[in-house]
C-alpha cells in the first residue's frame, strides 16, 4: 500500500525554523516517477498549495507567501521530500501534508495529487 508519513512539526517560537519530512512507500511507479507537493491546512480554512518539486528535484514551484522562506528538496535514493521553512510566523500555523503526483509537471491543485500523508502539525507561537 501507499505510505506517505510526514514528521518533523512542532511547536516553534515566531521566526524559527522547521524542517519537515515525508517518507514515501508503496508508490507505484517508484518514488522517482512522483511529483511531491507540500500542502497546507489550517482550522475552518481552505487546504492551500505550499511547494512542489518534479521527479528530478530540478524544478520546484512555490506559493507567493512561502517565497524565499521555504525550500522544497527532495532525495531519491531515501524516497523522501522535505520542506525547509525559515522564519516562521504564526500565520505559519496549520497542518502541514505531503502529496504525490504520478505526472511529469509540478502542479499546484489538490485535485492533481493522487496520494496524500496524514500531516504533521506545524505551530508557532507569537
Known amino acids: 500500500q501507499v505510505r506517505l508519513v510526514e514528521s518533523g512539526g512542532g511547536l516553534v517560537q515566531d521566526g524559527d525554523s522547521l524542517r519537515l519530512s515525508c517518507a514515501a512507500s508503496?508508490?507505484?511507479?517508484?518514488?522517482?516517477?512522483?511529483?511531491m507537493g507540500w500542502f497546507r491546512q489550517a482550522p475552518g480554512k481552505e487546504r492551500e498549495f505550499v511547494a512542489a518539486?518534479?521527479?528530478?528535484?530540478?524544478?520546484?514551484n512555490y506559493a507567493d507567501f512561502v517565497k524565499g522562506r521555504f525550500t522544497i528538496s527532495r532525495d531519491n535514493a531515501k524516497n523522501t521530500v522535505y520542506l525547509q521553512m525559515h522564519r516562521l510566523p504564526p500565520e505559519d500555523t496549520a497542518v502541514y501534508y505531503c502529496?504525490?503526483?504520478?505526472?511529469?509537471?509540478?502542479?499546484?491543485?489538490?485535485?492533481?495529487?493522487?496520494?496524500w500523508g496524514q500531516g504533521t502539525q506545524v505551530s508557532v507561537s507569537s
Open positions: 502529496a504525490a503526483d504520478p505526472d511529469p509537471s509540478i502542479a499546484t491543485r489538490p485535485s492533481d495529487y493522487d496520494y
Open positions: 508503496g508508490l507505484t511507479f517508484g518514488f522517482s516517477s512522483y511529483a
Open positions: 518539486v518534479s521527479w528530478t528535484g530540478v524544478s520546484t
